[in-house]
């Protein structure tokens, strides 16, 4: 009889081993995907900033998808822009933008921009 009781003692401990085993690995999953979709969202934003500076430098007009956090919250839809971007003098994580369709100077957030093209309209750049 002891010996029965060895052995069911033995198995609820294997199958608690086995459920910790689990739980672990379980969260370790989750960290490692929220790490990798961190780094990711970083990635993003620095090919961003990247064509942001390209841009700027050789004076391209962009399209670039918008959504800026009233957006955001109200509806699951980007705002296009087209138009030449400045660098803001004074605070560089804003930037202006001057619209192709009709002038009109916006001042929008380098961190609310989702995607940018660049339109190469100097024929002398390749």
Same mark, same amino acid.
């Given at each position: 009889?002891?010996?029965?009781?060895?052995?069911?003692?033995?198995?609820?401990?294997?199958?608690?081993?086995k459920f910790t085993r689990f739980i672990s690995r379980s969260s370790q999953r989750f960290f490692a995907s929220f790490i990798d979709?961190?780094?990711?969202?970083?990635?993003?934003?620095?090919?961003?900033?990247?064509? *942001?500076? @390209?841009?700027? &430098?050789?004076?391209?007009?962009? $399209? !670039?998808q918008y959504r800026d956090d009233l957006q955001e919250k109200a509806?699951?839809?980007f705002e296009t822009l087209v138009?030449? *971007?400045? @660098?803001?003098? &004074?605070?560089?994580?804003?930037? $202006? !933008?001057k619209l192709q369709k009709d002038n009109q100077v916006r001042?929008?957030?380098?961190?609310n921009i989702k995607k940018i093209s660049i339109i190469r309209n100097n024929p002398n750049l390749k």
């Open positions: 009889m002891v010996s029965s009781n060895r052995s069911v003692d033995s198995e609820s401990e294997n199958s608690v081993k979709e961190e780094s990711e969202k970083e990635k993003q934003s620095n090919r961003i900033l990247q064509q *942001i500076n @390209q841009a700027i &430098t050789q004076k391209s007009i962009v $399209v !670039i509806a699951n839809r138009g030449r *971007i400045y @660098q803001h003098a &004074t605070n560089p994580d804003s930037l $202006v !933008i001042m929008i957030s380098a961190k």
